[in-house]
């Protein structure tokens, strides 16, 4: 006995309909991740103490601003597909469950595009 609707038979969706998606592009995010914080960190280690000056001659470099934004891009999306899944599993309430996933996939991108901006208001002066 089939517990499936007839459209969930002919869409062939689940009851989470995207739940393989979403799993394998928070599962590539995180190993996206991991070089580019590795590279991050062991940046920032090396730099020690610069100067501001330094600072932002080594965000100026293109190689170093294309990372940066592919760490803030990668990190935010992460953080969002995260925060998602505790919403829509922790939060009941339907109306509190829409709201909340609107307002943290709204502050994830604000948030997102903020750090990108920033990295290229430093990479291209201004």
Same mark, same amino acid.
């Given at each position: ?7 969930g ?6 009851? @989470?309909? $995207? ?10 995010? !995180? &190993? ?8 991050? %960190?062991?940046?920032? @280690?090396?730099?020690? $103490? ?5 600072a =932002?001659?080594? =965000?100026?470099?293109?190689?170093? !601003? =294309? ?5 803030i ?11 998602? =899944? &505790? ?12 709201? $909340?996933? &609107? %307002?943290?996939?709204? /502050? $994830? ?15 291209? /002066? /201004?």
């Amino acid at each position: 006995m089939k517990m499936r609707t007839q459209l969930g038979n002919v869409r062939g969706l689940g009851s @989470a309909k $995207s739940g393989t998606g979403h799993f394998w592009m928070q599962r590539l995010t !995180a &190993i996206a991740l991991i070089p580019l914080t590795l590279w991050f %960190v062991a940046a920032l @280690a090396s730099m020690g $103490s610069v100067g501001y000056a330094e600072a =932002v001659e080594w =965000v100026k470099s293109p190689i170093t !601003a =294309v990372l940066l934004l592919a760490l803030i891009a990668a990190t935010f999306h992460h953080m969002q597909l995260g925060l998602q =899944v &505790i919403v829509e599993d922790y939060v009941h309430a339907e109306g509190l469950k829409i709201a $909340s996933l &609107i %307002v943290m996939k709204c /502050g $994830s991108v604000l948030l997102g595009l903020a750090a990108a901006f920033a990295v290229l208001k430093v990479a291209f /002066g /201004g």
